[in-house]
């Protein structure tokens, strides 16, 4: 009998994740498929990205099928807000999906309940994907969580408020980015959106963590009370203080606290690479510049969401291989990746993307990105405490704040 998940019920909506792309890789475009080793019958729960998602994925689902006689996908579309809860009781039960879309893999992977990757792709497709990416989906050498499409973030700001506050350029320091907020907000609008609501509390605090130099551990040991962690959630402490943000950042959640910049509210905030083209479409004066840092050097928070295989002892691995090989040809992927607005972890799609000169910006700060240790089975546990605990730093201590989160995820 496979274990039981290990997974707060705390884990809440997803991080998403690293934008990367490096050349390389021939472009495979071919359909895919084949029959797929005759009747079968495959379950898929995937998390909303857009409105677009649900049906993008029935298109891709529908041209699988027509190629793949005898084989159905039944897909199930949930929100971010509530798929941990519903990924959480159906694997508990014993229901757990063939196939799953998530943030999070290993602890999954740690407790034997996912086929490798080398199960479920062919090598062809395996070799497409990026390195990067493929040892972020990896555990103990082993390839499970293959990285479905990638993110980074950056400073979107406000070009007219920005102007009209004093500040000539986006900021580059975190001195120079509080000036900056303190000037905008003096002019009458919002200074720097800062959410730390549960839906994404432990993204908002990585840019400023990483930004100081800190890191949450690696595969072997997560660590969370470390001085460039404190220094980091410090600074977000003094935005709180200064009162340059939105009121409230505690109970702010990232999706409509960014609300508040497309309608012209604000002057800076942090976004993801399908922020552009909302921000273009609201019409609001805006550009995008690296992450403000503590000494001003490149970081970036990069994040990958994955899609894996679990393994539920019905012998349907040569059915999901012959979906992920359709999926995962460079045609298939990137009419899901592109119509998402997110950047694509395989080396072919990287070179076709409609989306390069646009997320330029983001490209540029991959030297310098650092990621969530999701290979790393407890590290759920960090992210559900940050999500359930950040929200608190306007009236606790950010070394104070950042203990609790230790103590309650059981690490360091």
Known sequence: MKRALRMTAAAGAAALVLAACGGGGDSDTDGGGGDGGGDAEITMLVPTYSDATQQLWEDIIAGFEEENDGITVNLEVQSWE???????????????????????????????????????????????????????????????????????????????????????????TWDEMLEAAQAVTDSGSIGYLLPL????????????????????????????VTPENVEGVEFMRQLIEAGVTQPEPGASQRTPTFDLFLQGQAGMAMGLPPNVAQAEEAGVPFDVAPIPTLDGSVSTLGVAD???????????????????????????????????????????????????????????????????????????????????????????????????????????
């Open 306 to 412: 994955y899609i894996f295989a679990f393994d539920n002892g019905d012998d349907e691995a040569e059915a999901i291989k012959a979906f992920f090989d359709y999926f995962f040809t460079t045609e298939n992927y990137l009419s899901f990746t592109d119509a998402e607005n997110f950047l694509p972890t395989l080396q072919s799609a990287a070179e076709e993307t409609e989306h390069a000169e646009e997320f330029a910006t983001f490209i540029e700060s991959l030297p310098g990105a650092s990621f969530f240790p999701s290979d790393n089975p407890q590290w759920l546990d960090v992210q559900g405490a940050m999500q359930n605990l950040m929200g608190q730093l306007g009236d606790v201590e950010a070394e104070a704040l950042l203990q609790q989160v230790a103590q309650e995820a059981g690490v360091s």
């Open 82 to 172: 509530n798929i941990f809860d519903v990924v959480t009781t159906r694997v508990q039960a014993g229901d757990a999906p063939d196939i799953l879309n998530l943030n999070a893999w290993s602890a999954f992977a740690a407790d034997d309940m996912l086929y490798p990757v080398s199960e479920v792709l062919s090598e062809d497709r395996i070799a497409d994907f990026q390195d990067s990416f493929r040892q972020q989906g990896s555990l103990d050498g082993e390839f499970y969580g293959m990285p479905l499409l990638a993110s980074a973030r950056a400073l979107f700001y406000n070009t007219e408020i920005l102007e009209n506050a004093g500040v000539s350029e986006p900021p580059a």
């Open 197 to 224: 609501g549960s839906e994404e509390a432990q993204a908002e605090t990585s840019i400023f963590t990483f930004g100081a130099g800190g890191s949450w551990g690696d595969a072997e040991e997560l660590t969370v």
